[in-house]
């Protein structure tokens, strides 16, 4: 059994509200952070709508187990009171490298010295970020899917600074909240998971972006070609386009740029995914 026991979860959007709120339903102490009261107001939000979630899809969370977790978790904009009692603080901030080095920057200042820092981040190093902490042998990479409750994946990922005590530790906590830890050997961008999935996502955007096909047709097309349940798209709305636009308009190559700028379009006039209620497609409340 692993040491950790208060989590903190820095970041309330699509996944880090649900990296928050799988801790607390495993029977995690939880605190959610988020930068403002509208912002934490949110995330309480999406909490509720997972408990939700969990109650009809989830084994074992019907009977009030769903709802003791969302009423078990502390909601705040406080940093210094949101992790004064963390021994694990995971950073689920956008995928931007000038606000999480920010966030570990201030983070540092305030976290007792027993804290680990795991960051969320979906395509960046942690080695980008590992001197914006003042604790290197207690900093990794812990990388969650998208409807967590359903793709139960954990990758950890070490730099060479992490302590072994910590990859661990890291890896115990990731079992006990219910995932399955998979342990990378080295840095990837991407982990095992995106490495993967970012390829596929491109390929998919740049048909639309070229106007090729609309969505719907690509999406058909790969679901009558590979029998798979989802297509690109589909994915798209799952993972929120917001966090697809920012890592895409960070890369200056022209394809990606008229990617990104199509996607501001739908971020503009609120089409945010499935979060929302529309994204590429439009999914009942």
Same mark, same amino acid.
């Given at each position: 059994?692993?040491?950790?026991?208060?989590?903190?979860?820095?970041?309330?959007?699509?996944?880090?509200?649900?990296?928050?709120?799988?801790?607390?339903?495993?029977?995690?102490?939880?605190?959610?952070?988020?930068?403002?009261?509208?912002?934490? &107001?949110? *995330?309480?939000? $999406?909490?509720?709508?997972?408990?939700?979630?969990?109650?009809?899809?989830?084994?074992?969370?019907?009977?009030?187990?769903?709802?003791?977790?969302?009423?078990?978790?502390?909601?705040? &904009?406080?940093?210094?009171?949101?992790?004064?009692?963390?021994?694990?603080?995971?950073?689920?901030?956008?995928?931007?490298?000038?606000?999480?080095?920010?966030?570990? +920057?201030?983070?540092?200042?305030?976290?007792?010295?027993? =804290?680990?820092?795991?960051?969320?981040?979906? /395509?960046?190093?942690?080695?980008?970020?590992?001197?914006?902490?003042?604790?290197?042998?207690?900093?990794?990479?812990?990388?969650? &899917?998208?409807?967590?409750?359903?793709?139960? /994946?954990?990758?950890?990922?070490?730099?060479?600074?992490?302590?072994?005590?910590?990859? $661990?530790?890291?890896?115990?906590?990731?079992?006990?909240?219910?995932?399955?830890?998979?342990?990378?050997?080295?840095?990837?961008?991407?982990?095992?998971?995106?490495?993967?999935?970012?390829?596929?996502?491109?390929?998919?955007?740049?048909?639309?972006? *070229?106007?090729?096909?609309?969505?719907?047709?690509?999406?058909? =097309?790969?679901?009558?070609?590979?029998?798979?349940?989802?297509?690109?798209?589909?994915?798209?709305?799952?993972?929120?386009?917001?966090?697809?636009?920012?890592?895409?308009?960070?890369?200056?190559?022209?394809?990606?740029?008229?990617?990104?700028?199509?996607?501001? +379009?739908?971020?503009?006039?609120?089409?945010?995914?499935?979060? =929302?209620?529309?994204?590429?497609?439009?999914?009942?409340?």
């Amino acid at each position: 059994m692993s040491n950790i026991q208060h989590v903190t979860v820095l970041g309330t959007g699509v996944l880090g509200s649900q990296i928050a709120y799988q801790a607390a339903f495993a029977g995690k102490t939880v605190t959610a952070y988020d930068i403002n009261d509208d912002a934490v &107001a949110a *995330g309480r939000e $999406r909490a509720a709508g997972l408990a939700k979630r969990y109650e009809a899809e989830v084994d074992g969370a019907a009977g009030g187990k769903a709802q003791a977790a969302l009423e078990s978790m502390t909601f705040t &904009a406080d940093l210094a009171e949101a992790v004064k009692d963390a021994d694990l603080v995971i950073e689920a901030v956008p995928e931007k490298i000038e606000i999480k080095r920010g966030t570990y +920057e201030k983070l540092s200042a305030v976290a007792p010295e027993k =804290t680990i820092f795991a960051t969320n981040s979906s /395509t960046l190093l942690p080695s980008d970020i590992v001197d914006a902490t003042d604790r290197p042998e207690k900093f990794l990479a812990l990388h969650f &899917a998208n409807e967590i409750w359903k793709h139960n /994946t954990a990758e950890v990922m070490p730099v060479p600074a992490t302590s072994e005590e910590t990859k $661990r530790e890291v890896e115990e906590y990731a079992a006990e909240m219910g995932m399955v830890p998979i342990v990378l050997k080295k840095e990837k961008a991407g982990y095992l998971l995106n490495s993967l999935l970012v390829p596929w996502l491109d390929a998919a955007a740049g048909l639309w972006a *070229g106007d090729f096909a609309d969505p719907e047709t690509i999406d058909k =097309t790969w679901k009558l070609a590979t029998g798979s349940p989802m297509g690109p798209f589909q994915v798209f709305d799952v993972v929120g386009l917001t966090t697809a636009y920012n890592i895409t308009s960070s890369n200056p190559d022209p394809a990606h740029q008229a990617v990104a700028a199509k996607l501001k +379009e739908k971020i503009d006039a609120g089409e945010l995914g499935r979060a =929302t209620g529309k994204g590429f497609y439009t999914y009942d409340a």
